[in-house]
Each structure stands twice: as C-alpha cells, then as structure tokens.
C-alpha cells in the first residue's frame, strides 16, 4: 500500500487529496483543514457529501462459521450470528454504508482483517 498526496481539480476548485492506492482499489480522502478528520470521497463523483445509512459490524474467532453479527440502521438495531456480508473471508469485518447527496450513488466502506493486516476498501454497490 502507497500513501501518495497529489493535486486534483475539481468543479474549478483545487483540492489536495490524498490517494491509498491498494492493487486496483483506490480510497480518495480530502483534506483535513478544520481538523474535524479528512473526508471520504465517492468513488463515483469525489464529492464529499457521502450520508452514512447503515453500519454492519462482524466479530467472529478465525475461521469460525458463526459470530457476532450486529446491524444498525436508522433507529433499528439487529443482533445476530450470521457473517453473510463480512468483507473478511476469515475474521473479523465492519461495513459503513453510504449514500452520496450529489450523484445518488450507494457505496459501501468496509474494514476487515486478513492475514494479520486491516484492509479497507471503498466500492460502489448500485
Ligand atoms: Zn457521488
């Protein structure tokens, strides 16, 4: 994985951004200029209105066929054992999904472990 920070233009605005580049997956992360964290960029359009809607977190012991599974949406919270949607083939996962306000676009950023590294990765899911 490479940290690169390069200049962008956008919509006539300069934007330095920040790229983590993993094989073919790019992350694009704002700037941090109010100190509040960089924003998280769409992978479809860059724009950095990007609403959470749903959070899925995944705990489970390495390989094992059933965890912890707990969903929360809106005012719903669900708790069960089911992994189906772990972005970990073997251990554990999060998934924070996300909607963008310009283009509509849903995305879905995940957190997982795998083989003693944190992956996280960014895709568009409609
Ligand atoms: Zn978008």
């Known amino acids: 994985m490479t940290l690169v920070s390069h200049v962008r233009f956008q919509s006539a605005v300069v934007f330095n951004l920040y790229q983590i580049r993993w094989n073919k997956m790019q992350i694009i992360i704002g700037n941090n200029d109010e100190g509040f964290g960089s924003e998280l960029l769409c992978p ?16 489970r012991t390495q390989d094992a066929k059933v965890g912890i599974h707990c969903t929360v949406s809106g005012e719903i919270t669900i708790i069960d054992r089911l992994l189906e949607g772990n972005p970990s083939p073997r251990r554990n996962g999060l998934n924070i999904f996300l909607w963008c306000e310009k283009c509509a676009v849903k995305s879905v950023f995940s957190v997982s472990q795998h083989k003693g590294h944190t992956i996280i990765d960014l895709k568009c899911i409609n």
């Open 44 to 59: 479809n359009c860059c724009s950095s209105y990007l609403h959470h809607y749903k959070v899925d977190v995944f705990e």
